[in-house]
């Protein structure tokens, strides 16, 4: 049984940083395309980032360039992301997901098509 269990969100003030965790058992994640996403209240769900198998390769949501990074440690089966300059537009739930590369690339990956989810965690950005 595959899990994603995502931390570190938070309440913060607009300017500060939180670094939200996602660690997976049940899969192992050099074998995974993994991304980043957040849904605020009233909104759909929405890309943040999506990473390469071996974390060489990364994409951002215009939203965020600059500012977030997503990163990833494959012995430690778990996927990061480093958010500084938070606004309060980044008030969102925030999701890990997954899903096994089959060979189409992990950056191109429409949302639909991970698989796994985690439960989510909450980030606050307070102006």
């Known amino acids: 049984q595959v899990q994603l269990v995502e931390s570190g969100g938070g309440s913060v003030q607009a300017g500060g940083s939180l670094r939200l965790s996602c660690v997976a058992s049940?899969?192992?994640?050099?074998?995974?395309?993994m991304g980043w996403f957040r849904q605020a209240p009233g909104k759909e769900r929405e890309g943040v980032g999506r990473i390469s198998t071996t974390g060489g390769f990364t994409t951002y949501a215009d939203s965020v360039k600059g500012r977030f990074t997503i990163s990833r440690d494959n012995a430690k089966n778990t996927l990061y992301l480093q958010m500084n300059s938070l606004k309060p537009e980044d008030t969102a739930m925030y999701y890990c997901?997954?899903?096994?590369?089959?060979?189409?690339?992990?950056?191109?990956?429409?949302?639909?098509?991970?698989?796994?989810w985690g439960q989510g965690t909450q980030v606050t950005v307070s102006a």
């Open positions: 997901a997954a899903v096994v590369y089959r060979g189409r690339g992990c950056l191109s990956l429409l949302i639909n098509e991970y698989i796994y």
């Open positions: 049940g899969l192992t994640i050099s074998n995974a395309c």
